[in-house]
């Protein structure tokens, strides 16, 4: 089969992609390699909510509804607002169809495992089947558990442990704060110092800053000052609760190697352990992108503002992070790059 348009991924850049799709009057299809809608969300720690209220996390065309207490949303209701997002919008996804390799062909793009080609190929698989892991020495050796945050479900999994939570990010903080409640004992260790938003910053405040720099950008103006990124701590209220319990109050830096059963820092201090939760971010799933011979050393895809690969005309990236669209990670920030990308197949296809 051959259609105008390939979609790789059903979770939000996916939906988004397929929203503008839908108006061009392109054959297209979604290919989800899950069984159920939502995309990461559906594999994310049961007490995650969102850093931005719904109406600044809402994909195009369609608010999700805020929580009935006014809060951020919970996982759940993202689920939820994912799966009816996708049924609002009749939007065409096959899944579970997992897309093992993307080859080229005369026609188009091969996708291996969905078969089918397409003129053009929207790649916007994101990051949570990549979780990435620091190379500790000692890590083999370590005979307590390890999870990173992609596979973590419940503090009480954890409960009457001792833990070493590795990560400053709000992944890292909001599973602390949690795990303070029910482990035996809880060690942060952080790269560099954490870095705490003002209560009143939140992610609005976050994407109106990315979407500033975004436009200095365009127009070759100086950048506005920053006042933190996507990786600095919303305090949330779990986060704010914690806080006021003096959770956060001490972290340390990265230690020096792992033995069978502690971590040890290079000056000689000795932490033991049952287990370690690897708050430590993820790496772009690009895998299928292989045989195309676009991956650079840092696994990424050299991309034009549409996010266009330069190496195939006939490939486009979606959802990974700044690199394909100012803050195109997020649910907020998806929609301007999912516009620009379809415009750019469309003008491509023309």
Do not use: K
């Amino acid at each position: 089969m051959t259609l105008d348009v390939a979609v790789i991924g059903g979770g939000q850049a996916g939906l988004a992609a397929g929203y503008f799709l839908r108006r061009t009057g392109l054959t297209f299809a979604i290919l989800d390699d899950g069984t159920a809608p939502g995309g990461a969300w559906g594999h994310a720690w049961e007490s995650l909510t969102l850093f931005s209220p719904a109406q600044w996390s809402s994909l195009p065309g369609w608010a999700m509804t805020p929580p009935a207490d006014g809060g951020y949303p919970p996982r759940d209701e993202v689920l939820a607002y994912l799966a009816a997002y996708e049924a609002r919008y009749a939007l065409p996804v096959r899944r579970p169809v997992r897309v093992a390799a993307v080859h080229r062909a005369a026609e188009g793009l091969r996708l291996e495992g969905a078969d089918l080609t397409a003129r053009a190929v929207i790649s916007a698989t994101g990051t949570w089947s990549h979780p990435f892991i620091p190379d500790i020495p000692g890590r083999d050796v370590f005979r307590g558990a390890q999870c990173h945050s992609a596979q973590y479900r419940r503090p009480e999994d954890f409960a009457g442990q001792r833990v070493l939570v590795v990560g400053g990010g709000n992944s890292g903080a909001q599973i602390l704060a949690e795990l303070s409640r029910h482990a035996a004992e809880v060690t942060w260790v952080t790269e560099r110092p954490p870095v705490f938003l003002p209560d009143d910053v939140d992610g609005r405040v976050l994407f109106e800053r990315a979407t500033a720099r975004w436009q200095a950008q365009r127009e070759g103006r100086p950048p506005p000052e920053a006042l933190g990124g996507l990786g600095n701590i919303v305090a949330v209220p779990p986060v704010r609760e914690a806080r006021a319990r003096g959770v956060f109050d001490r972290s340390l830096r990265g230690f020096a190697r792992l033995e069978a059963d502690a971590a040890v820092w290079a000056d000689g201090t000795r932490i033991p352990a049952d287990a370690i939760l690897w708050c430590t971010g993820f790496r772009p799933a690009l895998g299928h992108l292989a045989p195309l011979g676009v991956l650079d050393a840092e696994g990424q895809v050299a991309v034009g503002p549409d996010g266009r690969a330069v190496a195939e005309p006939r490939l486009w990236l979606l959802g990974y992070g700044d690199w394909t669209g100012m803050a195109s990670a997020t649910l907020a920030g998806v929609t301007r790059a999912a516009r620009e990308a379809v415009q750019g197949v469309v003008r491509a296809l023309a």
